[in-house]
């Protein structure tokens, strides 16, 4: 029997003015996301805004607009696929329309769900978040990426983003500044460790909070002193006095396997065998590729049980 082609789908998701065309324009013109597929873009929402033809014609596109919510049927949405036959699917969703509408509507068997990505509007946000929070707030709770544009500097990221965390813990969170720069919001008060303490304790299960935080905001880390139990590894890349310090970690799956962690001078003996509770002082070095990066200094070392989870997990702050 031969297997059923899966059609992406992919909602965009927010109120008007936030940012709904401009997301879709750079998924379009993305050369990693767009290789020439057949995309329908469904726009739901009242009054037509149309994507620039051009643009359109150039990556295959062909889009719909409903303009009222009794439009977007099951029915409906089986007679685009049969007439434009789509390799893929955006809806452009207002959330005026509300969300909850989605889950009556069948999709053909082929379309699957893969993203949903919700957008909102810096210099609306907290009057939508007083007056329409539940308009607001519902479609941020099945995201995948919530994306919060248009920050003002005044704008309190790390307030917002744990409200958004307690709707949505497993969604990725951006704020997007006025110059197109995006940031996650993430304040040292926020982290599930002190790194106000003369020394910064790293228990198991927050090592892989430390390994993302510390490539993203590495420059937090210069100076302080770190405890948590890892492997020596060794690396032949490395000269006599450095090893890399870390952990084994599930990237993917149970076949991707891989080690995470960082540069460490010292004097233990580098193994693949056995754990040490390390406690050192991190150091900001810019790395081979010229990015900013943590290399630690051993303080002093002592052998240690290894973690209770094989793994590190790479959990949400």
Same mark, same amino acid.
């Given at each position: ?123 609306? !946000? +907290? &009057? ?9 707030? *519902?479609?941020?709770? %099945?995201? =995948? @990426? ?28 951006? !704020? +997007? &500044? ?9 304040? *040292?008060?926020?982290? %599930?460790? =002190? @790194? ?122």
């Amino acid at each position: 029997m031969r297997e059923q082609r899966i059609i992406p789908v992919y909602m965009i998701t927010g109120f008007i003015e936030s940012g709904k065309t401009t997301m879709i324009q750079s998924m379009l013109t993305d050369e990693g996301f767009t290789t020439g597929q057949k995309t329908l873009i469904i726009c739901c929402e009242e009054g037509e805004t149309e994507l620039d033809s051009m643009l359109l014609k150039r990556t295959n596109c062909v889009q719909v607009n409903l303009e009222e919510p009794d439009e977007l049927t099951s029915l409906k949405v089986k007679q685009l696929n049969n007439e434009h036959k789509p390799e893929r699917v955006i809806f452009e969703f207002n959330n005026f329309w509300g969300i909850e509408m989605m889950a009556r509507v069948k999709m053909p068997p082929q379309w699957e769900l893969v993203q949903i990505i919700c957008l909102a509007d810096g210099t609306t !946000f +907290e &009057n939508y978040m007083t007056n329409m929070r539940r308009q607001l707030t *519902d479609p941020m709770k %099945p995201a =995948d @990426l919530i994306l919060i544009n248009r920050c003002a500097p005044e704008f309190d990221k790390s307030k917002w983003r744990k409200q958004l965390r307690a709707l949505n813990p497993s969604a990725t969170i951006l !704020f +997007e &500044n006025p110059d197109g720069s995006t940031e996650d919001g993430v304040s *040292d008060e926020d982290l %599930p460790y =002190d @790194l106000k303490a003369d020394v910064v304790d790293i228990t198991d299960d927050n090592f892989g909070i430390l390994y993302l935080d510390a490539m993203d905001h590495t420059e937090r880390y210069d100076g302080k002193v770190l405890r948590m139990v890892g492997q020596p590894f060794p690396d032949a890349q490395f000269p006599d006095g450095f090893y890399l310090f870390g952990r084994y970690a599930m990237t993917c799956c149970a076949n991707d396997i891989a080690k995470c962690g960082w540069v460490c001078r010292g004097a233990q003996k580098p193994s693949e065998k056995g754990f040490i509770r390390l406690t050192a002082k991190a150091q900001v070095v810019t790395a081979p590729d010229g990015q900013p990066a943590i290399m630690l200094h051993e303080m002093s070392a002592e052998k240690a049980a290894a973690p209770k989870e094989k793994y590190v997990t790479f959990g949400t702050v």
